[in-house]
Every structure is written in C-alpha cells, then in structure tokens.
C-alpha cells in the first residue's frame, strides 16, 4: 500500500497568516491528490482534487500543488474558520491512504 | 438535499458482529460508487472499503481484509458494511461516502463528495 506522510502533524497560527501543509507519497502517484479540511465533529469536506484544482464552493485562498511524491496545501490568508485538521487522501490505487493530518490550532 | 445517511453502530463485544447501512436520498444511488472511510476516537480518517456503482468491483484495507464485507442493494438505495470478528481496534466512528469524479483536462481522479455523519461502532467487552 502506498504511504501517504503528513506534515508538520499540527501547527498554531494567526488569522491572515499563510500556511503551507506538506504530503509525501512513499512511491510517485501523479496528480493523483485530494485535500479534505475536518472540523470538530464533523464529516470532512473535499477541498482539493487532482492535487491542484479547487472543488466548487471552496474559497480561493485554498490551492494544492505538487506532484509525483511532493505535494501542498496552501492557506494564503487564514481565516477562523480554517481552524481544522486537513488530511491528504491518494487516489492512484486501491488501497486508498490518508495522510495522518495536520491540525490548524488557532495561535 | 443529497445526503448519506448511516445507521446500525453500536456496543458489540470482541469476537462479534455488525452490520452497518447507509440510506442514500436525492441522488440516483445506483450511478455513483461508495466507500466506508472510519475514524478511531481521536485519530486519522482510515479508507477501509470500496465498492462499484454495480458491485461487481470490491476494495478492503488489509485492516478489514477477510472480516468486513461491503454490499450494495441499488433498489434499495441502501449500502451496507457487514462486520464479523470484530476487534478493540475497530472501535471507531463509521463513514460512506459518494465517489463521484473530478476531472482535469483528459484526467478524471475519484473524489469523495458527499459524507454521511457517521455511526459509531465500539468493541469491548
């Protein structure tokens, strides 16, 4: 099965700060990427598909890129309701993997 | 309002069983493939299952692999997760969720679109 590694494993920041979360496949899996925000008690959210395109009623200052074995979710302005744990999901192969997520605590 | 709805969670003791369904509504069910993604108390999201729009395709994680049968009754509008020797480490909150696809440019790539809320499922004696 394929390893999907996350990082950092949680973060504290600011509203309007950037923020960039990482996801390494353990072998090259294209563009095969998605990004999905949890919020407590909720179920989670699709936010980025094919690594880099952004899934319709999801704000702009998300955006993913990467490819191969590296990629990234970047928040380009923080705002409180991004306050949330964010996982990377591969869709190259079955098994699917999730990344172990990234918590996004306020500071 | 598209949406999945999952029931038949509970306390089960380790060594037994669980069938879990998830009603799907507003949406044409027998079009679109599902999966059982899981979730341990205050861990990770686990893909544990897969199954194709006519059931004829089947997928497990090697956690649930020969314990966890997934099924389907498209006239039904219902899937389903039969879980036998369960475990402690099964004990987690149960997800489906609608596979739809998003394509960019000639590639389509498989995305989880819609979720249910979950049922949760807890093994111990």
């Known amino acids: 099965a394929i390893q999907m590694t996350q990082s950092p494993s949680s973060l504290s920041a600011s509203v309007g700060d950037r923020v960039t979360i990482t996801c390494r496949a353990s072998?090259?899996?294209?563009?095969?990427l998605g990004w999905y925000q949890q919020k407590p008690g909720k179920a989670p959210k699709l936010l980025i598909y094919a690594a880099s395109s952004l899934q319709s009623g999801v704000p702009s200052r998300f955006s993913g890129s990467g490819s191969g074995t590296d990629f990234t979710l970047t928040i380009s302005s923080l705002q409180p309701e991004d306050f949330a744990t964010y996982y990377c999901?591969?869709?190259?192969?079955?098994?699917?993997?999730f990344g172990q997520g990234t918590k996004v605590e306020i500071k | 309002e598209v949406q999945l709805v999952e029931s038949g969670g509970g306390l089960v003791q380790p060594g037994g069983s669980l069938r879990l369904s998830c009603a799907a509504s507003e949406f044409t069910f027998s079009s679109y493939e599902m999966n059982w993604v899981r979730q341990a108390p205050g861990k990770g999201l686990e893909w544990i299952s897969y199954?194709?729009?006519?059931?004829?395709?089947?997928y497990y994680a090697d956690s649930v692999k020969g314990r966890f049968t997934i099924s389907r009754d498209n006239a039904k509008n219902s899937l389903y997760l039969q879980m036998n020797s369960l475990r402690a480490e099964d004990t987690a909150l149960y997800y489906c969720?609608?596979?739809?696809?998003?394509?960019?440019?000639?590639?389509?790539?498989?995305?989880?679109?819609?979720w249910g809320q979950g049922t949760m499922v807890t093994v111990s004696s």
């Open positions: 199954i194709s729009s006519s059931g004829n395709t089947i």
């Open positions: 072998q090259g899996i294209g563009n095969d």
């Open positions: 999901l591969q869709d190259y192969s079955y098994p699917r993997t």
């Open positions: 969720a609608r596979a739809t696809r998003g394509c960019k440019g000639a590639t389509c790539h498989d995305i989880l679109d819609i």
